[in-house]
């Protein structure tokens, strides 16, 4: 892939370099001078109940060497310095007419940059120019303007300072007193005591839900037996067998008065006889109270349907309390909710006043302490500036790298896209690994295939690559069967100009100089090329008049230098090739073929083009599609092969034309390219080998 387009890869590389070139050509020189400030962190800390100070310093240290260092280049120190050097004559290089103070800042911005150095409290100041002894001059002037602007600015910090908590803490405290009083007025208004009036509903609230769940099983199980209760009323046996029933106040004393006689008279039974008056007695008692039993029973669905009465109104009732009851606690939540934002507010601006009052007392205690109210951070001139003695910019070997970095990535990226997006047969191994048909030949592309004059690559350059490539063809078919078997070959191809003709004639002729008797069949009938390979005129007779019975093949073949070989061409045009081939006379006229000859080679039509060829693929021994390597795309190559399959017969194999000698099978295939095989004795040794 590398080779094949490595003039595009050299071609954006240089393209690169030319660029990089011309950017180092065209960039200014710029001198940068640099100077060092450093930043003294105080460790004094005076705010000592301010928590996790300690855990936070190193963050506090960096923040506060960016912020020195955001300040250096600030337009207020910018506009001192300014302000310092506009008589300066050096000045005069940037603008050969007076220019102003802001004019003098706005370009002491683009050229001034300040920076923390890393792992270090060191801050770089530096200035960038076409003179170095100016550069040097203003990033010193930087770094003093600086110093007298940090320490003015400190002299006035701790007055604002205190001003500024003052009228906070005065804000705040009208704010504590208005909340305070909003606070107060709620509770006068609202005198109950909200916790206690929402803890009181919730409970009442509890209390009344669980009445109704149980007020609602009870009614929807004496509902489930009322139906049947109804239906059974004139039965007070089966009545018993309902719950609702069992459970009725009157029903259940006197079942309860049942047992406790039927206890009895079992103790009775065991003092007395049947006939004692005692027991006469007892069943007469007995008696009498399944006769009231029965008597209940029989009045027990109405009872049951008072009841069920009574439970439906109870239910109604509850509902409506529990609904009362969720309005009251509502409006109880609301003045909680009212009570806790008032609360929350009055807390919130007590603390917020008691901290500023705080910070104010800490700050007057500070700055009274000897002048150290605002030396939180020292900073000093570390090293002073000087000026440079070799520029920073242009920088050759940086651009020259990025620039063949970027070439050789855009060049082997743009290789790979491309790569990426041929969807072309360009190796043996893809062909058989994509479709599983194997390779017969691979016909190297070499100067001796470009001419048409040199067509006949077999015999005018026999020394070739491409020549030997035609010898291995011809031996790959002779492997797949056995002679008497594969005595007719069809060449044709996917689509036109794959070089079909250029392989069936080179085949052909490598048969004929193996001493068997060949003949090289034109069944191309709309485009044939045979005839122009080996100059036989146009007019001449072939096989469409052979087909159309007008003259017989030996009538029509030509001879040609080899003896072994013979021509039979197209012949004359006709308006219907398709049904010509189709005809019963082709298979005769191949047949007549195959008997004659020891080898019939058939140049026919491309398959995806016409259906020509899926016509006669039935009547040949061995099939061979030809394809143009890195050229013909994959699916068209696999619709071909799909449609000779359709008929019945496989492919016998590929033949890639014109393939780069560097592609190759991956595997060395072309052993011939070597010098010392495909020069073999080299090419005189070989002229006189052959006499």
Request: glycine content about 4%; aromatic content about 6%; some cysteine.
């Amino acid at each position: 892939m590398v080779y094949e387009h490595l003039w595009l890869i050299l071609a954006i590389i240089a393209v690169s370099a030319s660029l990089g070139y011309y950017v180092l050509r065209t960039t200014p020189v710029l001198y940068s001078s640099k100077g060092l400030l450093m930043a003294e962190i105080d460790s004094v800390r005076i705010l000592t109940e301010i928590k996790s100070l300690e855990s936070e310093e190193r963050v506090a240290s960096h923040e506060v060497l960016n912020t020195i260092a955001a300040t250096v280049t600030r337009s207020e120190v910018l506009q001192l310095v300014a302000a310092k050097i506009k008589d300066q004559p050096m000045i005069k290089q940037w603008s050969t007419n007076a220019i102003s103070t802001n004019e003098i800042a706005r370009i002491l911005a683009a050229k001034c940059n300040a920076s923390v150095r890393r792992q270090s409290r060191f801050i770089e100041v530096s200035a960038i120019d076409a003179d170095p002894e100016l550069a040097r001059f203003v990033a010193q002037e930087v770094m003093e303007q600086f110093m007298i602007y940090e320490m003015k600015r400190r002299q006035g910090a701790g007055r604002g300072a205190t001003n500024f908590l003052s009228e906070e803490a005065e804000i705040l405290k009208k704010q504590v007193a208005e909340t305070d009083s909003q606070l107060a007025a709620f509770l006068r208004t609202n005198s109950i005591s909200v916790k206690e009036s929402d803890d009181s509903v919730s409970a009442e609230l509890r209390d009344l839900n669980n009445r109704l769940f149980e007020i609602r099983a009870n009614r929807m199980a004496i509902e489930a037996d009322w139906e049947n209760i109804k239906k059974l009323a004139s039965e007070p046996e089966k009545l018993l067998t309902f719950p609702s029933v069992v459970q009725l106040p009157n029903v259940a004393s006197i079942r309860q008065q049942l047992l406790d006689k039927e206890s009895e008279n079992a103790q009775l039974e065991l003092r007395y006889r049947e006939k004692h008056p005692k027991m006469i007695e007892a069943r007469r008692a007995f008696q009498s109270l399944q006769n009231a039993l029965h008597a209940e029973v029989a009045n027990a669905p109405k009872g049951v349907e008072i009841g069920l009465k009574k439970l439906q109104l109870a239910e109604q009732q509850l509902a409506s309390q529990i609904k009362t009851q969720e309005v009251k606690l509502a409006e109880v939540e609301a003045l909680r909710m009212i009570y806790s934002r008032l609360k929350t507010s009055a807390d919130h601006n007590r603390e917020l006043y008691e901290s500023v009052l705080k910070r104010s007392g800490e700050l007057r205690i500070s700055m009274n302490d000897m002048g150290r109210a605002d030396a939180k951070h020292k900073v000093s001139i570390f090293e002073d500036a000087v000026a440079p003695r070799v520029p920073f910019q242009p920088n050759a070997k940086k651009t020259m790298g990025i620039a063949l970095m970027a070439g050789f990535g855009l060049s082997f990226g743009l290789v790979y896209l491309l790569q990426m997006m041929d969807q072309t047969l360009k190796s043996i191994d893809q062909a058989e690994q994509v479709f599983g048909v194997p390779v017969l030949g691979a016909i190297p592309k070499s100067a001796e295939t470009s001419g048409h004059d040199d067509r006949l690559v077999i015999s005018k350059n026999p020394d070739s690559h491409a020549a030997e490539g035609f010898r291995t063809l011809r031996a790959a078919v002779g492997l797949l069967g056995r002679e008497e078997e594969r005595k007719v070959t069809l060449f044709t191809s996917a689509v036109p100009a794959e070089g079909k003709t250029f392989c069936s004639s080179n085949y052909a002729l490598s048969i004929a100089q193996s001493g068997k008797r060949t003949v090289l069949v034109d069944f191309d009938l709309r485009r044939p090329s045979v005839g122009k390979t080996f100059d036989i005129p146009a007019t001449q007779e072939g096989v469409s008049d052979c087909l159309l019975g007008k003259v017989r093949y030996d009538q029509v073949m030509v001879p040609t230098e080899n003896p072994h070989l013979f021509i039979i061409s197209a012949g004359t045009l006709v308006p219907n090739p398709s049904e010509l081939i189709a005809s019963a006379h082709t298979r005769e006229f191949l047949e007549e073929l195959r008997n004659a000859f020891d080898h019939v080679v058939v140049d026919n039509a491309p398959v995806t083009a016409v259906s020509d060829t899926l016509m006669i693929v039935r009547m040949v021994d061995t099939v061979c599609l030809v394809t143009k390597a890195a050229k013909t795309p994959l699916r068209v190559i696999g619709r071909s092969i799909e449609l000779i399959r359709r008929t019945g017969v496989h492919p016998s194999g590929l033949i890639l034309n014109f393939i780069s000698k560097n592609k190759g099978a991956g595997y060395k295939y072309y052993y011939y390219s070597d010098k010392n095989y495909a020069g073999g004795y080299g090419q005189e040794k070989r002229k006189e080998a052959r006499g």
